[in-house]
């Protein structure tokens, strides 16, 4: 066989093998995997956005302008004090006892967010009821209403002479103007993050899973327990992790129901504002620093938790 008649029969081999690769009209194709480099190169080449180089650029810039400078800013302010003056700043009593009260009120309206976020989404996902769509949208009005609003209106309501203090009162119960008032605050200002994490997740569990555990015996509670609960936990542990988070750094709707009564009701924000106010420009970092450090651990083991808890439902 000729040279040119070799060549002429693989070219036309690998036609034919083309031809055979490629997929019939209206056949489903093969996805690549996500990792590979072809997946990777077919991103780049349909890819709406810019490169990712460019796009990494830009996310690495806009993070560095809008957070890690003005971060990194009160870290350099504290550094100008001495070890001595940092100490006695972070740790003098009526700075602990801020503490106490922002982080152990953040932690209790977070965890009651956490419970009671699930029964309402539970209830806006699986049932239809008059008035469904009015009781969605209040689920928001955290988010729009300012919070000096949200401040005032909840001291108007909790305080002795309101609506609802006037009959916690008859019971002994005094809220505004106490480290419980505090607690009610925030949670109201945490409700919306735990329902509209878990929203979009529970619409897409399916049901055809709850009722094989029916038919195969299990009760109301194995089902949801052992079924419909670990698929949620991700999402359930996210939501919790960003009421903590929006609750450790209120201010507007906490400082009318507080009271701000040292060492009672003074919320550590508030601590930061005093200090700002008496120019005390080192100490207020210095506050705001340890309040910093210490919620960013406890979000990141949060989210080390959730990232476990995806693992371990994915297995």
């Not at 009526?94 to 976020?117: E, H, K």
């Not at 400082?255 to 601590?271: C, H, Q, R």
Request: with cysteine.
């Amino acid at each position: 066989m000729s040279t040119a008649t070799t060549a002429a029969f693989g070219a036309t081999a690998c036609e034919r093998l083309r031809t055979a690769e490629r997929p019939a009209p209206g056949a489903p194709t093969a996805t690549p995997r996500s990792g590979g480099p072809l997946a990777r190169a077919l991103q780049r080449r349909h890819s709406v956005l810019p490169g990712f180089d460019l796009a990494l650029g830009i996310t690495l810039l806009y993070l560095g302008v809008i957070v890690l400078i003005p971060l990194s800013a009160a870290f350099l302010k504290t550094f100008s004090m001495t070890w001595p003056a940092f100490r006695d700043a972070v740790t003098a009593p009526r700075v602990l006892a801020a503490y106490r009260l922002t982080f152990g009120a953040s932690l209790a309206a977070a965890l009651v967010n956490a419970a009671f976020g699930l029964v309402v989404t539970w209830v806006l996902v699986r049932y239809r009821f008059a008035g469904r769509r009015l009781v969605d949208a209040l689920i928001d009005l955290p988010f729009a209403l300012p919070t000096a609003v949200a401040g005032i209106a909840l001291t108007a309501l909790y305080a002795e002479h309101g609506w609802i203090g006037r009959a916690l009162g008859t019971l002994g119960i005094k809220v505004a103007y106490t480290p419980l008032g505090v607690f009610v605050a925030l949670t109201f200002i945490g409700l919306p993050f735990v329902v509209r994490t878990l929203q979009p997740v529970l619409e897409d569990v399916a049901r055809d899973v709850e009722e094989a555990a029916a038919t195969l015996g299990a009760s109301r509670l194995q089902t949801f327990a052992r079924v419909i609960l670990p698929s949620l936990a991700p999402a359930l542990l996210t939501g919790f992790a960003l009421a903590f988070a929006r609750a450790l750094g209120e201010y507007g709707s906490v400082i009318f129901i507080a009271g701000n009564l040292p060492m009672v009701s003074e919320i550590a924000p508030l601590l930061i504002v005093a200090k700002l106010e008496q120019y005390d420009y080192a100490g207020a970092t210095a506050i705001a620093v340890v309040l910093l450090v210490a919620s960013f651990s406890l979000l990141l083991a949060i989210n080390g938790l959730q990232a476990w808890a995806r693992k371990r439902q994915g297995h």
